[in-house]
T-cell receptor
Framework: GEDVEQSLFLSVREGDSSVINCTYT??????LYWYKQEPGAGLQLLTY?????DMKQDQRLTVLLNKKDKHLSLRIADTQTGDSAIYFC???????????????FGAGTQVVVTP | DTAVSQTPKYLVTQMGNDKSIKCEQN?????MYWYKQDSKKFLKIMFS???????INETVPNRFSPKSPDKAHLNLHINSLELGDSAVYFC?????????????FGAGSRLTVL
C-alpha cells in the first residue's frame, strides 16, 4: 500500500455522514475502487469510478475524484451501524493485459459507527 | 450459492510443514488471483492465472506454488512454512478486461504458523 494512502481510523455517529479519503500516486490508473471488508469476511466491491469522471453517486455512496491532486473520497450518507467495517481504496495502475486485476490497495480505513 | 469459495477457512500448523489452500469459483470468470493480507490489513497480490496460465507472479518465495487445474480452480501450496507466512490469504476472480476489473473475493483463509 505504499502508493495508495488512507487514514487508518474514522469514528462517526449513526445518522451522520462519513467521509473516507484516499490519495494515490499513479496517474495512469484508469479505474479506482472502493472495497468494504467486514470482520472475518472477504472484500466486497462497493463502487468504482472511471478516471475521466469527477463524481459518481450510488444510493448512499458518493465518490469524488480529483485527478489533478490524485485524491479519491468516499462519502457514506446516513451512516448505519452496519457500515462499520474496513474500507479499502484501490487503483489498477498497470493497464497492460498481463496486469489486469493487479490492484494496488491502501492500508484500509477502519470505520466505527457509534449509536 | 457461494461465488468464490476457499477451504479451509482456518489453518493452524507448525513451522516447516507443507499446507494447501483451495479455491473454486462458479462465476465463469477466466482469471483467478491470490492476494495476501498481513496483520496490518495490507493486501498485496501474489499470483494471477488466466485460463490456467500464470499471468502475474509477484516476488513471492519459491515455497509458494499455485496450481490451476482448470479455470474454475486455483490452489495454493506452501512448502516449509515460516512464521512470516501467517496471514489471511484471499482468492479472487474476474473477467480480464481493459475496463473496470471488478474482483470478486472469497472469504479468506487464515493461516497461523506456530
Amino acid at each position: 500500500g505504499e502508493d495508495v494512502e488512507q487514514s487508518l481510523f474514522l469514528s462517526v455517529r449513526e445518522g451522520d455522514s462519513s467521509v473516507i479519503n484516499c490519495t494515490y500516486t499513479d496517474s495512469s490508473s484508469t479505474y479506482l475502487y472502493w472495497y468494504k471488508q467486514e470482520p472475518g469476511a472477504g472484500l466486497q466491491l462497493l463502487t468504482y469510478i472511471f478516471s475521466n469522471m469527477d463524481m459518481k453517486q450510488d444510493q448512499r455512496l458518493t465518490v469524488l475524484l480529483n485527478k489533478k491532486d490524485k485524491h479519491l473520497s468516499l462519502r457514506i450518507a446516513d451512516t448505519q451501524t452496519g457500515d462499520s467495517a474496513i474500507y479499502f481504496c484501490a487503483e489498477n495502475p498497470f493497464m497492460t493485459t498481463d496486469s489486469w486485476g493487479k490492484l494496488q490497495f491502501g492500508a484500509g480505513t477502519q470505520v466505527v459507527v457509534t449509536p | 450459492d457461494t461465488a468464490v469459495s476457499q477451504t479451509p477457512k482456518y489453518l493452524v500448523t507448525q513451522m516447516g510443514n507443507d499446507k494447501s489452500i483451495k479455491c473454486e469459483q462458479n462465476l465463469g470468470h477466466d482469471t483467478m488471483y491470490w492476494y495476501k493480507q498481513d496483520s496490518k490489513k495490507f493486501l498485496k497480490i501474489m499470483f494471477s492465472y488466466n485460463n490456467k496460465e500464470l499471468i502475474i507472479n509477484e516476488t513471492v518465495p519459491n515455497r509458494f506454488s499455485p496450481k490451476s487445474p482448470d479455470k474454475a480452480h486455483l490452489n495454493l501450496h506452501i512448502n516449509s512454512l515460516e512464521l512470516g507466512d501467517s496471514a489471511v490469504y484471499f482468492c479472487a476472480s474476474s473477467y480480464p478486461t481493459s475496463g473496470a476489473n471488478v474482483l470478486t473475493f472469497g472469504a479468506g483463509s487464515r493461516l497461523t504458523v506456530l
